[in-house]
């Protein structure tokens, strides 16, 4: 193997990618430990090397004696290529060791784009894609991670799902894979026993059966399985493991820095976002804690660089005293500090100074909608006097450039609220041109729209998606509406977000056509040089499926929901609730304001949201 990875790694772009060796790898003597673990993320080294929910996983599982956790990344196709060509299956960097060596076969799930870097990754590694072609226990494959939410669509693919926040759940998993080895059991043997820990869902022990109109009519748990699979989440979060020793990458990535959660959930409540609602309820770090983590992994790592990460870094309520105690550090040393996922209800010009005086950056913002009344409907709580102020301050404190990020084909939408977009541009732009204190290199304001997709577990995993020649029309009449050099208009790509739409309300007939794509060549689809509308679209010709079917139809109340065996805590009947709020254009506060009874802080044994 070695031999033919130093003719391959000259040959292929990047090759640092595939070597390992990096500081702060952890290595093991695989003869003294019980479980094997491939982690696999389904894209490459640069994007899963700035995933902090790998670098977690990865250290509590080597902090277990008798598990050895190894990473694995999709290879750019260049490298795809010439082992293929070679013979060299997909390899674990840390022992270089083939993946089909290895006890389990973990996949991170964070796009529905990689479910077919899932495939492919097993495909390469000489493994058979489908369950039922995996009889014994070793290559047990299993993924989680926000995708899990609705995994219907790998259910013929992937052994069992890990639903909500794995800390404990895998450590939990890898024990009782341990016990299975030891006793030899069986495969059957060994998914039972794993179903009845907290938060594992197993796709085989659910029979879904279908209605004449190719709607759900029924899922039959089997075995004595519970019928709804719960989420687990982190009890204590606060003395939860952080990565202050990570690996070290030996060649640039996105994120390149020490990344550092503040806290997990969100108090907002956008109908929108998946993400809001299946990572309640929230929970946080206490300032000390989080000013003990980022100096530890700052000294160890050598970063010059620290970004606060969480849904809404804005929202944490000890905020400015934890940049304060960050600074005392990190500004001697000339250690930046990046604050994403800013609101512009709370924003603090007096906070962004004092966090940039080692590096300035540009300020992002997200409305998500043009006018008031479509942000009230998708919930957003954020009103235009709000922004609008903000970028005053921000002008008049030498800022010059703002990004500003919408959707377009969010539910109750009409052409008014498109160029609503539009005119808050220009709002924008007049405001600088009133307030700004540094005129001389003009002002860049950037407005960027993505096409809506509806979610599951979200309001609007009822709603419809718009054909995408109506996202194109909706694109058109706004770029006719900016009438100012001084706003650049970015938009995304329709067929993309078509084809993640059908992936996230999939159902298990879906599945045929991720195995098509996957013979028909297709790989790394959630890039642009990669990805391919008609074969996805062949793909669901050959299968017989129609993709309009899953993004493009509004559901009933009462359908049953291909996902409908798994629940982040969050009540159905909330959801519907909050979606015909939506439609009625009526507030919901936010969960520090007023708890609205959701049903998420059932499954946190302290009672209560720790907001």
Request: hydrophobic letters at 35%.
């Amino acid at each position: 193997m070695i031999n033919k990875l130093d003719r391959i790694l000259p040959k292929v772009q990047k090759p640092a990618r595939y070597t390992g060796g990096e500081y702060n790898q952890i290595v093991k003597d695989k003869s003294k430990v019980d479980v094997r673990v491939a982690f696999c993320f389904p894209d490459t080294y640069e994007i899963g090397m700035s995933n902090l929910g790998m670098r977690i996983l990865y250290g509590v599982l080597n902090n277990k004696e008798n598990v050895w956790c190894e990473r694995v990344f999709a290879p750019w196709g260049d490298m795809e290529d010439e082992m293929r060509k070679a013979g060299v299956p997909l390899y674990a960097l840390e022992s270089k060791d083939p993946i089909k060596e290895h006890d389990i076969i973990a996949f991170s799930l964070g796009y529905e784009m990689a479910f077919i870097g899932l495939l492919n990754m097993l495909d390469l590694a000489g493994i058979p894609l489908r369950c039922e072609d995996r009889p014994d226990l070793k290559n047990l494959v299993i993924a989680g991670g926000s995708c899990a939410y609705n995994s219907e669509p790998l259910a013929d693919f992937v052994d069992l799902f890990s639903i909500g926040e794995g800390e404990d759940m895998l450590c939990e998993l890898t024990d009782l894979y341990a016990k299975a080895k030891k006793e030899s059991w069986t495969k059957k043997q060994f998914l039972r026993s794993a179903a009845d820990i907290e938060g594992i869902y197993v796709p085989s022990l659910y029979d879904i059966s279908y209605n004449e109109d190719g709607t759900v009519s029924a899922i039959t748990p089997l075995d004595g399985v519970r019928p709804v699979v719960t989420k687990r989440i982190v009890q204590d979060f606060e003395n939860s493991y952080f990565p202050e020793k990570t690996i070290i990458p030996s060649t640039e990535i996105v994120h390149d820095r020490v990344v550092l959660e503040l806290f997990r959930g969100c108090i907002r409540g956008c109908r929108f976002c998946q993400a809001g609602y299946v990572y309640r309820p929230v929970r946080r770090r206490s300032k000390e804690t989080l000013v003990n983590h980022a100096i530890n992994a700052l000294k160890d790592s050598g970063y010059e660089e620290m970004t606060l990460s969480s849904l809404s870094t804005s929202d944490y309520r000890d905020l400015n005293e934890l940049c304060d105690g960050l600074l005392d550090w990190c500004e001697p040393r000339k250690v930046s500090l990046s604050l994403p996922s800013l609101r512009a209800d709370n924003f603090s010009i007096d906070l962004m100074h004092r966090v940039q005086r080692v590096r300035k950056s540009g300020l992002t913002f997200a409305p998500e909608a043009g006018s008031q009344r479509l942000r009230d409907a998708i919930n957003k709580n954020v009103k235009e006097e709000d922004l609008i102020n903000t970028c005053r301050i921000a002008f008049e404190g030498g800022w010059n450039s703002v990004k500003l990020y919408f959707m377009l084909g969010l539910p109750t939408e009409t052409d008014e609220d498109v160029k609503a977009i539009a005119a808050l541009a220009d709002q924008v732009v007049y405001t600088w041109k009133r307030h700004a204190s540094n005129k001389n290199r003009g002002v860049k304001i950037t407005v960027s729209t993505s096409f809506f997709i509806p979610k599951p577990l979200t309001p609007f995993q009822w709603e419809a998606q718009d054909l995408m020649s109506e996202y194109r029309r909706k694109v058109e009449l706004l770029a006719s509406s900016m009438r100012t050099r001084a706003i650049n208009y970015n938009w995304h790509d329709p067929e993309t977000s078509y084809i993640e739409a059908v992936l996230a309300r999939g159902d298990r007939r879906v599945g045929k056509v991720l195995e098509e794509v996957v013979r028909q060549g297709g790989r790394l689809q959630a890039w642009s040089e990669y990805f391919s509308y008609d074969l996805w679209m062949k793909a669901f010709e050959t299968c017989g499926v129609d993709p309009d079917f899953y993004a493009a139809r509004e559901r009933s109340k009462d359908e049953i929901l291909p996902w409908d065996m798994i629940t982040a805590g969050v009540r159905k009947d909330f959801l519907w609730k909050e979606r015909e709020a939506a439609y009625e254009g009526v507030i919901t506060p936010d969960c520090r304001k007023q708890c609205t009874g959701c049903g998420a802080n059932l499954i946190y044994k302290g009672g209560r949201c720790d907001e």
